[in-house]
Every structure is written in C-alpha cells, then in structure tokens.
C-alpha cells in the first residue's frame, strides 16, 4: 500500500490466544503454510471432532417432512426460485435452490431441512472456535458449544428449513472475525476488517437481525483502526465494497419477479420501489415484528427473554457469564473482546424488547418471540465459555502449581463441560429430533383431502397457507385444487404475479387488482376494487367449489349479508343464504366424513404449548366440535323442530356428532380424571341436546321400560356434561338453572349416575 503502509505502527493487541503467554500468536500471513495447516489439525484436533459430533447429531435429527413455522414459505421459494415474504431472504433461498438442484434426493423439505441441519452443524462448531480462539482452553470451547448447540431453541430451529441457523452462523462468524482482528497486527488488522465487512454484507442477504451485531462489530473495528491510524481512504472506501458484494445475493429476487415462474411468490420485484418494499419489510411493519398495532412492552419482554435464557441454557451458564463480565478487567487476554461481545448483546436484547409488539401473554406468541433470542444466546455462552476459563486461571497459576494437580483439575474441568453438554442433549433430544415428525404433512394432506375435487380453498394465517401450498405446489398433491392464501389477495401484485398458479380461481376483473379492505385502511376507494363477496359470487356462480380454513378475515363483513360459511368438514364450505342447508341435508354431508383427523406418526403431546405443533394438533382436534355446533343451531332455527316428534331423528344424529367429538378430545388421566381438550362451551351444549332428545323421547314416546332407560341413558349424559360445565365456568351462562335441572332429573333417577343400565 505505498509508504503509508510501510510507515504505520506495529500494534500488538490485547489478544494473546495462547495459555501461558509464551508466543505472541498474530495473523500476518496472508495464507498458512503446509506447516500451520499440519500444526492446526495436529493441536486443534478436538475442534473437527466437534464438527462432526454437531453435524452428525443434526443430521441424524433432520425433519424428514415439512417442519412448523415459516418452513413452507422457505421450501416454496428455494424450490420454485421464488421470493419468501420480507425481506425475502435470497442467500438461504438461492443456496437451497442450488442445494435442491445439487442433491435430488427424498422430498423437497427433506432436502432444504438436510442443509439447514448441516449449518445448524456449522454454527455450534463456530461458537466451538470461536470461544477456543479466545481462550484457547478445550473446556470453555466444549461448554460453550455444548449449552448453545444442545439447548432446544438452537436445536429445534436448526434441523427444519428456517433461516435462523444461517443467520447464527453469520453472527458466529462475526463474533470470531471481532477476535481475529483483536489478534491481528499491523496491517493485517485492514484485511480483517474486510473480511468482516463482506460477512456482514452476506449476513444481510440472509437476514436484517445481524445489523444489530454488524452496528456494535463494525463501529469498534472501525474507531480501533481510525484510533491506531491504520485506516486510508482507499481501504474505507474498499471495505465499503466488500459490503456490498456481500448483497449480491438480492439480485435473486428481480430474477425471480422477471421469470414470475414460482407457484408461490411475496411482492413484485421488478422495480426499485418494489425492491426496496419488499427489503424494508414495509408490507410486515419495517421495525416492528408483526405488522399490528400493538404497542411493544419493554419490561415484560425483558421478563420473558430472562426466563427464556435462563429455560434454554441454564442458571449455571447466566451466572459463569456474568462472572465473566465482572472479572473481565483483570485479564487483558479476553478484555477487550469480552466488552464489545456485552456491548453487542445489549444492543440486540434492548432493540427487541423494545420492538417487539407481541402479545406474550399467548403461549404461541412466547414461541414467536423467542426465536429472535438465538442471536444473543450465541453471545451469552461464548460468555459463559470465556467465564469457566476464568476460574480455571487464576485456580492453575496460583492454587493448583502442581503439575500433576494442574491436570487433575483441567480434567475436571473437561468432564464437567461434557457433563453440561450431554445434560442439554438428553434434555432436548426427544423434543429436537423432528425425523419421524409428519405432523405438518398429515395436517396438509387433511387440508387439502377435505376439498372438493375442481375445488378452491382459502386459507388465513401461516401454518394452514404454507403447509396447503407446500403439498399443492412442491409435493403436487392433489393438483386439481387450488389454495389461496387470504393475505396475499389484498395486495395490489397478487394477480399480475400469481394469475398463472390457478387452474380454478377466478380473479373477480380483468384489471389491476386492489382490495377494498386494505384501500379501506389506507382512506382511498376505487371504483376497480373487490372484497369477499365478489370473490364469492365468481366462483359460486360458476360453479367452482369454494371452501375456508380455518375462518375468515374479521375485517371484511360485507359478504355475511349474501353467504354463510358452514362446516362441513374441517373447512367451512360457501353457500349462499338462498341456498342454505335444512338440518337433514347438513347432516347427510357431515356424516359422509369420518372425522379421522388424528395426526399421524408422532406424539403431538411431547411438545411445548408454544409450539406449532401443539396449536396444530388442537386446531385439528377443535374441527370435530364445528358440525354437532352447527346442527344445533340448525336445530334451533328451524321453527322449534326439536319439539316435534319429526325433530327426533335429527337430534339423535345430533347428539352422535356431540358424542364422537367429545370422545375424541376427552382423556383419562393416570388417576381416572377426565381431561378435555375443548373449551367448557361444549359441554353445555352437548348437555343441551341430550335435555332436548330427554324431553322429544318424553313427550312423542309411549311409555314402557325401554322408553325408561333411553331417558336415563339421556338424562345421565346431560347431567354429566352440566356437571363439568359448572366445574370449568361455575359463572358462565345460567349456573343455577343448569343446578335446578340436575337437581331435579337426579330426583326422578335415584341410581342415574352409578346404574350401569343408564351408561350410554
């Protein structure tokens, strides 16, 4: 670099990597030499044994099917080229389109989760260097690794197709780049530098939680060169370009706008403004984690990201890295390094809890949020690993001189950070080894079986619309249906960039599309501009089939005044209110399903109430209550039909819906408790129709004995419905005409509850 560079100061830096400060280790050499390479496989040994212990413990736990969360977004866009919703994150898109290309094994989720597990791999093995690099002691590296790439969040995360095990390990990588510069001499600081800036850049094109690190990295490398004077204008100008080719990978998404070949693509990215629309994340909030109005709550995030460490990695860890920080200032080795790492997780945690406008008091929200904490978990066990050295340190140089002793005690200290490490394993082992889990592929198949054939189906929310798109559009399971997603249809790129994916949807006009509910929002109004019920009169008007899972947008009511959504099956099926079911017509559709709708090959119950997995399982089982709650009402429409004597058969079918729900969201606890998997709701209601099948069969059937215990039979299941209704809501509806009428039907039936001839 001319003179300049010939006549900077040498600087030696804080950083001694070594124990025992017998060498100054830097990095001047621009490449190792065959020696350095021979003495690195020779000395650092252990760091490849755990590379391939956090690999092959990954790829053994790979989902073998599509996983929960935004999985399905990830699979569609890497295996159609498309874009995934904002910011579009193109590097894990692109890779898994190249990887899918690469290795055309098992089915496309499979594929993308194999990958993911495999930098899921990498990034444990980069907390492993990264924390050995500052320490060189085995022991930390093995207790950082193993707490961070053992707890369930990292774990569960990184065996499935999300972006978040990429996006630990560009953050681990930034993290050891911090210490290779806090190593390096002279000139070489530059080239790190560089380096770093080109990892941020790429870091950025996966996704935009690695700025907070960038900021906190990026300014104290910057303030140290200009501090030494080691920085020219040429050099700041290069490492600014470094940064930028690291964001090459966004061309991917106007590549992919211009082909508008994927089945299921976000945004329109054939211009700047669109590009620049879908980076900002301006359709998601831009800032804020969710695009609603609630407001963020700073102190009750805080309070959750504490629990949530303290859950995912343990008491002993949080305190070894707040030792860490205390005791920093007395060992220059680690100080520096150590300051920045607390400067950069604050920074993280504080934006978060500040942005994020989650309602955690909603389990499944807590399970949202928490994936955002990865980041700073990466931090927090590096920490922690830095902290288990300082004890050791002054303990082998003060305490324990002995030679022999000295290995007793680094013995110890090896056995308890292995000890740490397989504790995490055994702890979330079950939980995180997702290859025989198929729940989102039965819940997608359920989906998408329950559809007419020729049929469309919309859907809201994520996990019904990605899992029903994934197994129509990269599995092409049943290829004669259409699935729409509710959210995309509002946006004004919807039909220019989806009107070739359908066979069966119909776009309500031939022009650009906007939606009244979005422009409603926004205080405009186009004479153009459609709703529901002008998607719902094209379709029904040509005969197209058109279902909804699992309901509705609320904002958009115009179409309750033309339709009802009934529930059929698991979906709500369309119909027209001038083409409404009479009660025998419903029934005869709602027994032709079986209701089978079980989740198959894996034991839901194992997981956490926050997950996916555990909101799924429930959505699937509440389904089974929606047509016995529609009969009722049916039942109660129809002009008093219950009373009649014609109104019997009705009923009883009635009451078998109510039955076969109730028995299959009812559970027998190890001490004979019945647990109920529905809301208390329906137990009055099913206490209901047995109270008006009691009184039909009492009014319109001749008396006799068979008539005497089909009553009890009856009477039996409404007091024990009513029962445990006033047990779970004792204040909700009419407590005391529910007691009276218990009261009363146990008078007329002394025995009701223990004769075994009134057991329905």
């Not at 831009?286 to 963020?296: G, H």
């Not at 027998?668 to 647990?675: S, Y």
């Not at 007091?719 to 009261?743: I, S």
């Amino acid at each position: 670099m001319g003179s300049k560079s010939k006549n900077r100061p040498q600087h030696v830096r804080n950083g001694n990597p070594t124990a025992g400060n017998k060498k100054i280790v830097t990095e001047e050499q621009t490449a190792p030499s065959c020696e350095d390479l021979e003495n690195m496989f020779v000395y650092e040994w252990h760091s490849f044994v755990a590379f391939g212990i956090f690999v092959g413990i990954y790829l053994k736990c790979t989902a073998a099917s599509i996983p929960s969360g935004d999985a399905g977004d990830f699979i569609l866009a890497a295996h159609h080229f498309g874009v995934a919703h904002p910011p579009g994150y193109p590097l894990y898109v692109t890779a898994g389109y190249i990887w899918m290309k690469i290795f055309p094994f098992g089915n496309p989720a499979f594929r993308l989760n194999l990958l993911t597990s495999f930098i899921g791999g990498l990034a444990a093995f980069i907390v492993y260097i990264t924390t050995f690099k500052i320490t060189n002691f085995i022991p930390s590296a093995i207790f950082a690794s193993g707490v961070f790439g053992f707890s369930h969040l990292i774990w569960f995360h990184s065996v499935g197709a999300e972006i978040f095990s990429l996006n630990n390990a560009f953050c681990g990588l930034l993290l050891y780049w911090t210490v290779r510069f806090q190593h390096a001499t002279g000139h070489n600081r530059v080239k790190v530098a560089m380096e770093a800036s080109f990892l941020s850049g790429l870091s950025m094109s996966n996704q935009h939680t690695s700025s907070l690190f960038i900021a906190v990295i990026g300014a104290w490398m910057f303030l140290s060169l200009l501090r030494d004077k080691e920085l020219t204008m040429k050099e700041f100008i290069l490492t600014g370009v470094a940064f930028l080719t690291g964001l090459i990978p966004y061309i991917q998404m106007p590549l992919s706008s211009f082909t508008a070949n994927a089945p299921s693509t976000w945004g329109d990215q054939r211009t700047l403004n669109g590009i620049f629309t879908h980076v900002s994340r301006q359709e998601y909030g831009t800032f804020r984690l969710t695009a609603s109005d609630q407001p963020s709550d700073l102190v009750g995030n805080l309070k959750t990201y504490t629990e949530d460490l303290i859950h995912e990695l343990g008491t002993p860890t949080l305190a070894l890295c707040i030792l860490c920080v205390l005791v920093a200032w007395y060992f220059p080795k680690i100080r520096e390094v150590v300051y920045v790492y607390v400067a950069t997780v604050f920074l993280y945690v504080m934006f978060f809890c500040n942005q994020a406008n989650i309602d955690t008091t909603k389990e499944i929200m807590k399970g949202v949020l928490e994936r955002f904490w990865m980041q700073s978990n990466i931090v927090i066990s590096i920490l922690a690993g830095c902290g288990v050295w300082c004890i050791h340190e002054p303990i082998s140089s003060r305490v324990v001189k002995c030679g022999f002793l000295n290995k007793v005690w680094y013995g110890v200290l090896c056995v308890g950070a292995v000890a740490a490490a397989l504790l995490q394993m055994r702890e979330n082992y079950v939980l995180c080894d997702m290859s025989s889990n198929y729940i989102m592929e039965d819940y997608g198949r359920k989906l998408l079986d329950s559809v007419p054939k020729n049929g469309v189906l919309l859907t809201e929310g994520d996990m019904p619309s990605l899992t029903a798109r994934y197994m129509r559009y990269s599995e092409n399971y049943r290829v004669d249906v259409d699935v729409v997603d509710q959210e995309l249809i509002g946006f004004p790129w919807f039909k220019e960039m989806h009107k070739h994916n359908y066979k069966h949807y119909i776009f309500p006009y031939d022009r650009e599309i906007y939606f009244k509910d979005v422009l409603a929002r926004k205080g405009e109004n186009y004479p153009f501009s459609y709703n529901f019920k002008d998607v719902f009169d094209v379709h029904l008007n040509a005969g197209v089939p058109l279902y909804i899972y699992p309901f509705m947008k609320h904002s958009d009511l115009e179409w309750t005044k033309h339709y009802d959504i009934v529930p059929t099956t698991m979906l709500y099926e369309v119909r027209h209110k001038s083409n409404a079911y009479s009660i025998d017509e419903f029934l005869d559709v709602a027994y032709q399903h079986e209701y089978n709708l079980q989740l198959d090959n894996c034991d839901v119950s194992i997981y956490p109430v926050r997950s996916w997995e555990s909101v799924i399982a429930g959505s699937c089982g509440h389904t089974v209550f929606f047509p016995p709650e529609y009969a009722h009402k049916l039942l109660t429409d129809e002009k008093m039909l219950y009373m009649k004597r014609e109104g019997r058969q009705p009923l009883e079918r009635t009451f078998n819906l109510y039955k076969r729900a109730y028995n299959y969201l009812s559970l027998q606890d190890e001490e004979g408790q019945t647990k109920f998997l529905f809301d208390a709701q329906h137990n009055k209601n099913y206490g209901i129709i047995a109270y008006l099948l009691y009184h039909n069969i009492f009014s319109h059937t001749a008396n006799g004995p068979e008539k005497d215990i089909l009553l009890g039979k009856y009477g039996r299941v409404m007091v024990e419905q009513w029962e445990y209704h006033y047990t779970r809501k004792p204040v909700e509806g009419d407590p005391e005409g529910l007691k009276h009428a218990m009261e009363d039907m146990k008078k007329r039936y002394p025995d009701l509850m223990t004769n075994e001839k009134y057991q329905m």
